[in-house]
């Protein structure tokens, strides 16, 4: 079965740091470009940013909102996606998806997503 | 502000039809393709087309999509109860730094 699952949610105080995973099965994760999406309470779903595959680099591209902040990156090996998330602020409460694109380089739709986890930015 | 722009809500009956419009510029719309998300309420989103007009494996063909310069349209035949969620169109933007741009999301609602 083709999955995705995150983890590493919670509750995190501003300015710290979390950091999410992304575990895929069911598919060879490698030749996959792999997104995070966020859905923060009463908004729409907000793109955070992209990792293309190896054969592409591995380089991300990240939206405005986020970067400098957070940091996507992947580990093929263990078909895993990352989120280091830092400095975070409230305005970054939100169900986190990760979500994978066949095209490794980019401007492909979002084919897998996973279940999401929750991050809530409070003190 | 989403940089595309959908209506907030439709409506309509059970096995009637919706259409969901889907506003964009050249930047995005204009110059890449168009996929639509479903999600469910409680749910993650799924994919139900992309690359404009074209649906993944197991999306029935009540769901169609199509595009017309820097707009899409995603229609929603034989309207069911099961399909009240929230819709939302999404592309890539062209640029130097290319990022993907989701519109507000549409609330179906079946009456």
Redesign the interface.
Same mark, same amino acid.
């Given at each position: 079965e083709v999955q995705l699952v995150e983890s590493g949610g919670g509750l995190e105080q501003p300015g710290r740091s979390l950091r999410l995973s992304c575990t895929a099965s069911g598919f060879t994760f490698g030749d996959y470009g792999m997104s995070w999406v966020r859905l923060a309470p009463g908004k729409g779903l907000e793109w955070i940013g992209f990792i293309r595959t190896k054969n592409y680099g591995g380089t991300a591209q990240y939206a405005a909102s986020v970067k400098g902040r957070f940091t996507i990156s992947r580990e093929d090996s263990k078909s895993i996606a990352y989120l280091q998330m830092n400095s975070l602020r409230t305005e970054d409460t939100a169900v986190y998806y990760c979500a994978g694109s066949r095209s490794g380089w980019g401007f492909d739709a979002f084919y897998i997503w996973g279940q999401g986890t929750m991050v809530t930015v409070s003190s | 502000q989403?940089v595309l722009t959908q209506p907030p809500s439709v409506s309509a009956a059970p096995g009637q039809k919706v259409t969901i419009s889907c506003s964009g510029s050249t930047s995005d719309i204009g110059n890449? !393709?168009v996929?639509w /998300?479903q999600?469910l309420p409680g749910? =993650? #989103?799924?994919?139900l087309i !992309?690359?404009n007009t074209n649906r #993944?494996s197991g999306i029935p063909d009540r769901f169609s999509g199509s595009k017309s310069g820097t707009s899409a349209t995603l229609g929603i035949t034989g309207l069911q109860t099961g399909d009240e969620a929230?819709y /939302?169109c &999404?592309a890539?933007s062209s640029g130097l730094? =290319? *990022? /993907? *741009?989701? &519109? &507000?999301?549409t609330k179906v609602t079946v009456l």
């Open positions: - | 989403s890449n !393709y996929s /998300y999600q749910t =993650a #989103p799924r994919l !992309y690359e #993944p929230d /939302y &999404g890539w730094n =290319a *990022v /993907y *741009v989701f &519109g &507000g999301g």
